[in-house]
């Protein structure tokens, strides 16, 4: 980098910065120059360059430009030796200086990033150290944990010979969500760019758990079978899973299959909290499921005549809405005093019915007369009679009669 250190008005350079091993540009300019000699010399007042002559029996330094107005002269393969301030000295009366500090830039070594454990527990601190040795200036630190900066402690050391170590000390509280996210230690130094190192988080955590209803699909109900399967997760995995009743023993016939309860021909004396629990070498939880048996789906189906057909009609007895997880209610009682109101209802239907069948009948049946005796009211026997009959038997085929 150029800074620009003018002593007099006629005579400047430049200071000038350089990674160890490069080289460096020293450059004496004059605005007007009345032939007067430009001449270089090292922070030892020793003559480089007089005009474009090199005194100095150092073959590192090489002349680049020499005229009436500038000297530049090169320096290679700098080490930390060269630094100082170098004069640009202009032959006039009074004579005149401008001076160009040489900054040897000597970059860190690989940064190297410590834990003071390899596994950190969940809610507990930990603490990491980043190292930037040997260099010059002195290198600044920055932390990054996924992409959020956090802040560091730092401390810098010179050593014997002048170099610099700076040591980042980084604290913070972990939590499993940090399991597997980087953390960077970032170098910023003149001399280098994106320089870092690199380490990821272990962190360890009690198990978490969830109870999941395989089956049934709705409301458990009574008769019916039911799995229920405890899932959990932690690091390191649940070695151990368990199921237990809440203030009761398991039903006698409970099978345990791993992480899975499996219970058949659920009844209401089943009705309880089940809980699972999981544990790791960092802790336990568990979860519960409440199950509430439910009655078992009821139809009432009604009776029809032989005469008339009357649709079936089923009685569905209304279904709580509540979870068996919540545990919260109960079947409602069957009301038997609406289905007695519907029975009575299609008796009375029918009863009416018939009644009108009844009288229906009962309308069409006559009494009907025959004039075969007309006229044998008065007769004394039965063959008087029927002399008597009016017409007799010569008008038997002019007047029948039929019954109909």
């Known amino acids: 980098t150029l800074n620009p250190l003018q ?31 430009i001449q270089l010399l090292n922070p030892n007042r020793q003559t480089i360059y007089f005009r474009d002559v090199r005194p100095l029996k150092d073959a590192r330094f090489q002349l680049v430009n020499f005229s009436d107005n ?30 160009a500090d040489i900054t040897v830039l000597i970059p860190p070594g690989n940064p190297i990033i410590e ?54 000390q980084l604290r913070f509280i972990v939590t499993k969500e940090d399991d597997g996210v980087p953390v960077v230690c970032i170098v910023d130094h003149p001399a280098v760019k994106d320089f870092q190192a690199l380490t990821y988080l272990v962190v360890h955590y009690k198990p978490e758990v969830k109870i999941i209803v395989e089956f049934p699909d709705g409301l458990p109900r009574e008769g019916q079978n039911m799995e229920l399967s405890c899932q959990a997760k932690g690091k390191p995995h649940p070695q151990q899973i368990n199921w ?53 789906p009821t139809t009432t189906p ?45 008796v009375f239907a029918m009863l009416c019915l018939l009644i009108i069948l009844g009288r229906y009948f009962a ?21 008087t009679a029927i002399i ?3 017409g007799g038997h010569n008008n038997s085929d002019e007047k029948k009669e039929y019954y109909i």
């Open 302 to 346: 009604i009776p029809t005549t032989a005469t008339t057909t009357i649709p079936t009609t089923t009685i569905s007895l209304p279904e709580a809405t509540a979870d068996s997880r919540a545990g919260e209610g109960a079947p409602r009682a069957v009301d038997h005093a609406v289905i007695g109101g519907v029975v009575a209802v299609v």
């Open 115 to 168: 834990s003071r454990e390899g596994q950190v527990i969940e809610g507990n601190e930990t603490e990491m150290t980043c190292t930037a040795m040997g260099s010059k200036p002195a290198a600044t630190i920055r932390w990054m944990k996924g992409d959020k900066e956090l802040q560091g402690i730092s401390k810098v050391e010179e050593t014997y010979d002048h170099m610099f170590t700076v040591t980042s």
């Open 244 to 296: 237990v009743k809440v203030d009761d023993d398991l039903p006698s016939h409970a099978l345990i299959t791993g992480p899975d309860l499996y219970i058949e021909n659920l009844n209401k004396t089943y009705n309880g909290t089940y809980r699972c629990f999981a544990a790791n070498s960092v802790g336990e939880s568990y979860d519960d499921y409440i199950l509430y048996v439910y009655d078992a």
């Open 363 to 383: 309308r069409h049946k006559g009494t009907y007369f025959t004039h075969e005796a007309k006229g044998a009211d008065d007769a004394a026997d039965a063959d």
């Open 7 to 37: 002593i007099s008005q006629n005579l400047v350079t430049d200071n000038v910065e350089v990674m160890e091993g490069d080289v460096a540009v020293i450059s004496c300019r004059v605005k007007n120059n009345d032939d007067s000699v």
């Open 388 to 390: 008597n009959a009016e």
């Open 70 to 99: 500038e000297l530049r002269v090169s320096l290679s393969n700098v080490s930390l030796s060269d630094e100082g301030r170098y004069v640009c000295q202009l032959y006039t009366d009074p004579p005149q200086e401008a001076y």
